[in-house]
């Protein structure tokens, strides 16, 4: 598998705890198609993976949103790969989002967490190209200060006459908007059934928990998309 390799040129804070990576490539990806993920060689030699939330007219900067899990041994690997001065990486992978726009006149878009990094990718590739395909993005968080992009997708869904945005919130009293699982909230709107395809972003419980309520609610297996099933 190719290797590329890159630099730290920022490391900001997004907010809830999560980071914004900003590396500037030393040598070019092949492509880089919206919705794939890249993995980081950490010292160890161990792989630490990435959704990618830049397009590929971002290039060369890639932009990875990084939120450390206390207890996870991907904090310490992530600790010392940041310290190196230059970063290895993979060719970009993965084909969940590929073909998202244009190949289904609608897509529902299921984030939790910073798997929201997937999904802007997707609606920033779709916005960038144009694309008349309907985007309905729902994303889940705990509470309602994890909703750390919502002004970025605020300002997509004002570029992109066809995506609309609906943040879910499972565990926040304060919160007076839609609550609940996230891929309910899809369920319930009629939108999961309706798509040509849904997306769903996040980790591996998430995933296979999602797709398995979206097929016991009807929704064709052969229209969800993930790269963790």
Do not use: C, K
Request: hydrophobic share 50%; aromatic share 6%; glycine share 10%.
């Amino acid at each position: 598998m190719a290797a590329h390799t890159a630099t730290l040129v920022a490391d900001e804070p997004l907010g809830a705890g999560v980071r914004r990576l900003r590396l500037q490539l030393a040598t070019p990806f092949t492509q880089l198609l919206p919705g794939q993920y890249v993995g980081l060689h950490a010292p160890d030699g161990e792989l630490v993976y990435f959704s990618v939330a830049s397009i590929a007219a971002d290039l060369p900067l890639l932009e990875l949103h990084y939120a450390p899990m206390p207890g996870s041994p991907d904090v310490a690997r992530m600790d010392a790969l940041l310290a190196t001065p230059a970063i290895t990486m993979t060719e970009p992978q993965g084909g969940s989002g590929l073909f998202a726009v244009p190949e289904a006149e609608s897509v529902v878009l299921i984030a939790a967490a910073t798997g929201i990094s997937q999904a802007i990718a997707i609606v920033r590739g779709a916005a960038h190209g144009n694309a008349r395909t309907r985007i309905r993005l729902y994303w889940g968080v705990r509470d309602a200060g994890q909703l750390y992009a919502r002004e970025l997708l605020d300002d997509l869904a004002a570029q992109l006459p066809g995506f609309e945005w609906i943040a879910v919130v499972s565990d926040d009293d304060a919160w007076s908007g839609r609550t609940g699982l996230v891929v309910d909230a899809a369920i319930a709107d009629g939108h999961a059934h309706d798509a040509g395809l849904v997306i769903l972003s996040g980790g591996p419980a998430m995933v296979q928990a999602s797709a398995a309520r979206l097929v016991d609610a009807g929704v064709e297996r052969g229209r969800i998309r993930s790269d963790l099933l």
